[in-house]
């Protein structure tokens, strides 16, 4: 597992680069196969208030699968990882429980599951009970009309909605539309891989 670390307005000291290193070595247990991990540390300074500590954790495993979490609500960076660790081992058990699904087109194998040890607190009868929870319960056909990304924008907030499936007049692609938590807007742009 290659872990790599990138800190931005944080002094990355041998303790801090320690306590990370530490905290995530500990993910491969739980999730065999991991290739990488990104750890972004960063710092925002306010000019109001108190400094809020940015924590953010990407993990790629072998099979593609990309899972991440972020804090960004504690006034300390050590908080705010381990706030982003827990948040990752809650994306692991939502990972793990899809790949135990019946049915999956993904069904792991065998040994590949039984290497993965139970995240701390789980009991199979949470897993087994997620599991049930989980259904397509509506599937609904869009209707995909030439626009601008400023008509995709106007369309969105008048449906009130945080996403927007739309036909991008400007690049002939399809287009998703949402609302970043900031208040600004991103596009995803399908690419075939």
């Given at each position: 597992m290659e872990l790599k670390i990138h800190a931005r307005n944080v002094d990355l000291t041998p303790r801090l680069q320690e306590h990370v290193e530490k905290k995530v070595n500990k993910l491969d247990r739980y999730m065999p196969n991991i290739q990488d991990v990104r750890v972004d540390l960063a710092i925002e300074r306010r000019k109001q208030g108190v400094d809020q500590a940015i924590a953010q954790l990407t993990v790629r495993n072998t099979r593609g699968v990309i899972l991440r979490s972020e804090d960004k609500k504690q006034p300390d960076i050590?908080?705010?990882?381990?706030?982003?660790?827990?948040?990752?081992?809650r994306q692991i058990h939502r990972y793990k429980g899809k790949r135990k699904r019946r049915g999956s087109r993904y069904a792991p194998q065998d040994a590949e599951l039984a290497v993965m040890e139970p995240l701390p607190g789980e009991t199979v009868a949470e897993e087994e009970?997620?599991?049930?929870?989980?259904?397509i319960v509506r599937r609904k056909e869009v209707p995909l009309v030439p626009m601008t990304e400023e008509e995709a924008i106007d369309q969105?907030?008048?449906?009130?909605?945080?996403?927007?499936?739309?036909?991008?007049?400007?690049?002939?692609?399809?287009?998703?539309?949402?609302?970043?938590?900031d208040g600004n807007y991103g596009v995803l742009e399908p690419v075939v891989s």
């Amino acid at each position: 597992m290659e872990l790599k670390i990138h800190a931005r307005n944080v002094d990355l000291t041998p303790r801090l680069q320690e306590h990370v290193e530490k905290k995530v070595n500990k993910l491969d247990r739980y999730m065999p196969n991991i290739q990488d991990v990104r750890v972004d540390l960063a710092i925002e300074r306010r000019k109001q208030g108190v400094d809020q500590a940015i924590a953010q954790l990407t993990v790629r495993n072998t099979r593609g699968v990309i899972l991440r979490s972020e804090d960004k609500k504690q006034p300390d960076i050590y908080a705010a990882l381990d706030v982003a660790l827990d948040k990752m081992y809650r994306q692991i058990h939502r990972y793990k429980g899809k790949r135990k699904r019946r049915g999956s087109r993904y069904a792991p194998q065998d040994a590949e599951l039984a290497v993965m040890e139970p995240l701390p607190g789980e009991t199979v009868a949470e897993e087994e009970e997620e599991e049930e929870k989980m259904a397509i319960v509506r599937r609904k056909e869009v209707p995909l009309v030439p626009m601008t990304e400023e008509e995709a924008i106007d369309q969105m907030e008048l449906l009130g909605h945080n996403f927007f499936i739309f036909y991008n007049a400007e690049t002939a692609r399809i287009g998703v539309l949402y609302r970043r938590e900031d208040g600004n807007y991103g596009v995803l742009e399908p690419v075939v891989s």
